[in-house]
């Protein structure tokens, strides 16, 4: 029996990255390659395995054993091997072990090559190390995990300061939703006493229904952080300064997936609350059509696909809120394919032109077929083009949001739908299609990029095959077909959408430029190109609180010292004659004015000060407004 | 033995070493503030090891704990000095987003 | 016995206060070895024998003297920072401090008893807090680790 050694598959990448960063430099820098990726292809091996074994048998396997004791509770740690988790599994091992290969490459001339693959490893075997988790916790520690090799790589060129900052963007803000995940954890943990999720799903009942609202809000929370949903989505467009194959495994295949295979793992609680899942669907359908919308009009090669990136978890996440558990893991297994595939092939090219601004390029169709093609069927099958994998799934989510009934929702998802292959096709024109102003490079890429690219176009082609099997071995039932009509008309809308694309872009038979003039459409693309302007009013509104210590001192100077020397000004006004009653009364009064105007507006001036000792401060009223409600909730 | 002199010792030693956290600019005596509060949790932890010794063992935890955190502490401080020649914590706040 | 020990807290917690108010460096670091040291007497009037020997040890001696040594390396004459927000952090401070002491607490507890010697903590570490010591060890070295890499000079 395969899946009792499931545990192995995340150990191996440990190991390597134990050994690629301790010998660091003295590793070879070919070594370190060939050590990550062959601990990978071990892991995808056995991921197979067990996926293949968890198709035919439809069997589940749950292992674990007792790791700490906290007072009566027993914490135990383990893994879990059913449907959902196996598919999960092969996703996050089979695009691992491509993009290593592909990072091989790609990877060639960078000094710090042992850093790279140290901290892919380590990101490899953490998402593992999430996909078994068998409890909250332990998912947690390595949602955790996860997050920490993201800041890393997508900070590994430090030495660019748009690196630093990304990095430290991103990881600020999925921060935001880890700590609602795990507050949504402890609550539950509060009431039920075990992390486990068997214990979870049997006794979750138990709790009161707003308990229950709270706690699966809580728990999407973290899902829209890690998920890039809004509105957390900001940090994702900048994680584009880091390297290609990193994007393209991190996030757009496996780590942004992470609060979609959340939100899937716990959908027995989520069947019972209709309200949670609304809003679920709601925030989703809104993100979709957010993501195509801005991915319309950007320049930068891999911001488009971090837009679309977006946009389609934007799908997956609806998905969810519409009870198409099922759809939506097809989805997210198709959009790893192909999506990782688009990555890979925005590095091809961005190595081999040396530029990021797609408006630059063009005439890549020459160079060699096989990655446009490959590029192009990846493409096909994001817009929903039958027969490729996209357009079943898309088909798989209409039927689930047609059973719910809503045609808001419904009518919504059409026209994000609709957004898709206009995007992606203005993207694949620009980059290939023939344009005589413009040259091509002329470094050129190797078997070890343009396979991983074939074969990840390979698997998106095919997927769409697999659909009933698919559906069938998933725990969620979906039925088929009972939708014909509208399936045909959303089928009709894409191809509408497409055609479009390739009439502007390609063929260019519809004026781009004079669309442009049309002041409505200006408007519209300012705002897509801007991306609503939700990052930048976050910038200027959010991080610019107030400092306290500073505003203590202030107080001190100002208040404390103020109202002493006042006093003692007093004594000597009394006792000298008071030589004019306006000067002190009248102008003491307009100047407090004046002066409590600064001074609450120095209030909402910044939170964020940069000094450890202010966070301190931070700690200090916290514990202090804690330990008030306490006493107040008599404690 | 009556626990009043311990409370009281270590609730003065946690306030003492808060004040000195938030006040205090010079990075080295803001660690010897949090040395301070790590005592006042030692003291209780070895005081009311009444039944058993598992609060003495904790508190020896805690000791090689601080131990490395003041290891760690003051080679951070002296690479602040040898940085900026000025070690001011409200200098540094690179921290900053 | 309890009346000395009732001086030895008072001690501690002059000394303290002298460590945040002194303006001396030099001083404040003598005061804090105090006060470690009065921690260490408190220690061995419960009978934690082998804490209280730890304490001088580690904290009086070698926490003290780090402290000591880094003040000189990093001391410039004449340069004393200024407290910053002092009554607004007293406030703050009692405020906590009559939070926590508020309704009562219970000062008739008994303490002490059991009688840490150097063989039972041994015998504990090894046995029932054996992941945790082995942890902290893990901890340690690479806190010993960290800190020559940080302060190594980047020319060689």
Known sequence: MVMEYAWLIPVPLFIVFGINILLNKRLKNRTSGYLATGAVAFSFILSTLIFISSLLTGSKFHGSVTWFQLGEHVIKAGYLIDPVSSLMLLVVSLVSFLVFIYSLEFMEDDRSKPRFFGELALFSGSMTGLVLADNFLLMFIFWELVGLCSYLLIGFWMEKSEAASGSKKAFLITRIGDILMLSGIMLMFTQIGSFGFEETFNSFGQLSGDLQTITLLLLFGGAVGKSAQLPLQVWIPDAMVGPTPVSALIHAATMVKAGVYLLARISPLLSSSPLVTSIIAYFGILTALFGAYSALTQKDIKEILAYSTISHIGFMVFAIGVMGYSASLFHLFNHSAFKALLFLAAGVVITETGKHDITKMGNFWKRGKLVPIATLIGCLSLAGIPPLGGWFSKEMILTATMQGGNYILVSLFILASFLSPIYIFRWYSLIFSTNRRKKVGDKSSGYLMVLPIVALATIAGLAGLFNSSFNEWMPWSLHHGSHAILAIGSTLVVLTGFTLAILIYHLKLIDINRIKENTLFEILHKFSFNALYIDDSYTKLGFKAFSFSILASKFDDKYVDGVINAFGAFGRKVSSKSKSFDDIGIDGVVNGVADSIKFSSSLARKIQTGLVRDYSLWILIGTITILIILKISGG | MIAFHFLITSIGLVLIGLYGVITLRHPIKILMSIELILNAANINLVAFSTENLIGQGFASLVIAISAAEVCVGLAIVYNLYRLKKDIDVMEVNALKW | ?156
Not at chain 3, 81 to 108: A, D, H, N, W
Not at chain 3, 127 to 142: A, G, T
């Open chain 3, 1 to 156: 016995m309890q009346s000395l020990m009732l001086i030895i807290s008072f001690l501690v917690l002059i000394s303290a206060l002298m460590v945040i108010l002194s303006e001396d460096m030099v001083h404040s670091a003598l005061f804090l070895i105090f006060s470690f040291g009065g921690v260490g007497a408190l220690f061995l009037s419960v009978g934690a024998q082998f804490l209280g020997a730890i304490q001088i040890l580690i904290y009086t001696g070698a926490v003290g003297v780090m402290m000591l040594l880094m003040i000189y390396f990093t001391s410039k004459e004449g340069k004393s920072i200024k407290r910053e927000g002092k009554y607004s952090g007293i406030v703050l401070v009692g405020l906590l401090g009559f939070l926590i002491l508020y309704p009562s607490i219970s000062i008739t507890r008994e303490v002490g008893g059991t009688k840490g010697l150097t063989q039972n903590i041994g015998r504990l570490l090894f046995s029932d807090l054996l992941i945790p010591f082995e942890v902290i060890s893990i901890v340690l070295l690479s806190a010993i680790i960290g800190a020559t890499y940080i302060i190594r000079r980047e020319d060689h």
